[in-house]
């Protein structure tokens, strides 16, 4: 498999969430603007840095610029957000895993843009995940997903799509059988693991699933 990490200027108080991250050989590393920032406090090096350069530090962007790093300069003015032309870049490389790093932060229009995004039906053979300081979120389509979880963590589903059918959960507090749940519903909000392994089953439609706490 090959994956992708895209880091986005989004928030991060404190880098713990994402020091368990271990670039792998063939990782396709994407700084998105200002997101290179975590590059830097990683000591990680990008192959790409894209977007308008509107948010990246000129002494930083002049570092990469002498390490041979790729840049690539679109203008402010344009029909995409730099989220979008990083997915773009990353769909060309042929990944098969997107990690998302700081891709939720004080703009609640971008980070919900940014999580829009990832529901559009081009990334339906992607596995993807999203880091926060205190959260992992995954993106969901139907099949079964298998958890493993600490039990007492909390976990939400919410619908991106107008309805989510055939949901089918099973190792949690509450648990469902082939239920849909439509779009704007509260129903799958805070449920608890209580079990190591847990699954999710969905037959259309896509959730995105938020944990408190680490899962495998």
Excluded: W
């Excluded at 308008?52 to 344009?78: A, G, R």
């Excluded at 995954?138 to 799509?161: A, D, E, H, M, Q």
């Excluded at 449920?191 to 944990?211: A, D, E, P, Q």
């Amino acid at each position: 498999m090959k994956r992708a990490i895209i880091f986005l200027n989004g928030t991060h108080h404190n880098l713990k969430n994402i020091r368990k991250i271990t670039p792998k050989r063939n990782d396709v590393i994407i700084a998105v603007d200002g997101g290179a920032k975590y590059c830097h406090k990683l000591n990680t090096k990008p192959n790409f840095v894209i977007g308008d350069m509107d948010s990246i530090s000129p002494s930083l962007l002049e570092k990469f610029k002498k390490t041979k790093v790729n840049i690539l300069t679109y203008p402010s003015q344009k029909n995409e957000t730099d989220f979008e032309l990083a997915l773009d870049l990353a769909i060309s490389k042929k990944v098969t895993e997107l990690l998302i790093i700081g891709g939720v932060g004080n703009r609640l229009d971008m980070t919900l843009t940014n999580i829009f995004s990832l529901s559009q039906s081009r990334f339906s053979n992607l596995k993807i995940k999203a880091l926060t300081d205190t959260e992992d979120l995954l993106f969901l389509r139907p099949g079964t997903t298998y958890l493993k979880g600490v039990i007492g963590n909390r976990l939400s589903l919410i619908p991106l799509t107008r309805a989510v059918t055939g949901v089918t959960l099973r190792g949690f507090q509450y648990t469902l059988n082939n239920k849909t749940i439509q779009f704007g519903s509260g129903r799958t909000i805070s449920n608890y693991f209580r079990s190591k392994v847990t699954s999710i089953k969905i037959k259309s439609g896509v959730l995105i699933c938020i944990i408190t706490g680490q899962t495998n």
